[in-house]
């Protein structure tokens, strides 16, 4: 089936500076693409919607100079935490949906980036 | 969206069967339900998706009543690698460029 990789798993940075998150469509073409991030115990929440060719949506309270967000391409989605802050600190994750997947389509996910900021 | 009402938590041992219902009690004509699952610092994963009745995969089952203000996801014969967080999603639109909204979610404990 449809797979959705993100990269990386898991980074450590320092207080201040950025850090960039890719999301890759990896056999279908995705002219959307999701970011949520997830704090412990909690469920995950949506952050903004990436689009191909235009500027990503941003949910409520979400600031976008600050989660910058580019979809260069079909099949790549970067997050970048500018300027990070330990209050930054949290899972991220990031989905698509396979357009040509017919009316069933599922969801699928990114493994999720385990962010720590010191 | 319709809003999800489920279990924040349940206990089970293995070889049980498991069943968790969702309440949504404000599902339009059009909404579909759907149950993912997900493992500690992982993405969320697809299990099953249905409209009405039952439906039924090589993992789990979806029970859907007549009036479908509920849904049960059962799960046959839980193992330890069952324990997870489920949440029950519902809504409309099934289309690529429509983000899903996730509820709190059912964190089920399973045990030897």
């Known amino acids: 089936g449809a797979v959705v990789s993100q990269h990386p798993s898991r980074v450590i940075c320092k207080s201040g500076t950025s850090v960039k998150i890719e999301c890759r469509s990896l056999d279908f073409q995705a002219t959307t693409m999701f970011w949520y991030r997830q704090f412990p115990k909690q469920s995950l929440m949506l952050m903004a919607t990436?689009?191909?060719?235009?500027?990503?949506?941003?949910e409520q309270g979400v600031e976008k100079d600050k989660f910058l967000i580019n979809h260069a391409s079909l099949t790549l989605s970067t997050l970048t935490v500018t300027s990070a802050h330990p209050e930054d600190s949290s899972f991220y994750i990031c989905s698509a949906r396979d357009p040509g997947g017919g009316a069933d389509t599922e969801a699928f996910f990114g493994q999720g980036t385990r962010l720590t900021v010191v | 969206l319709a809003k999800t009402t489920q279990p924040i938590s349940m206990d089970s041992y293995e070889g049980q069967e498991v069943n968790i219902t969702c309440s949504h009690n404000n599902i339009a004509t059009n909404d579909y339900i759907t149950w993912y699952q997900q493992f500690p610092s992982q993405g969320p994963r697809f299990i099953i998706q249905g409209y009405k009745t039952k439906v039924t995969n090589e993992v789990a089952s979806l029970f859907i009543p007549a009036d479908r203000k509920s849904s049960t996801l059962s799960l046959p014969r839980v193992s330890l690698s069952d324990t997870a967080v489920y949440y029950c999603?519902?809504?409309?639109?099934?289309?690529?460029?429509?983000?899903?909204?996730f509820g709190k979610g059912t964190t089920l404990s399973v045990s030897s």
């Open positions: 990436s689009n191909e060719g235009s500027k990503a949506t941003y």
């Open positions: 999603l519902v809504g409309g639109s099934r289309q690529a460029g429509t983000a899903l909204i």
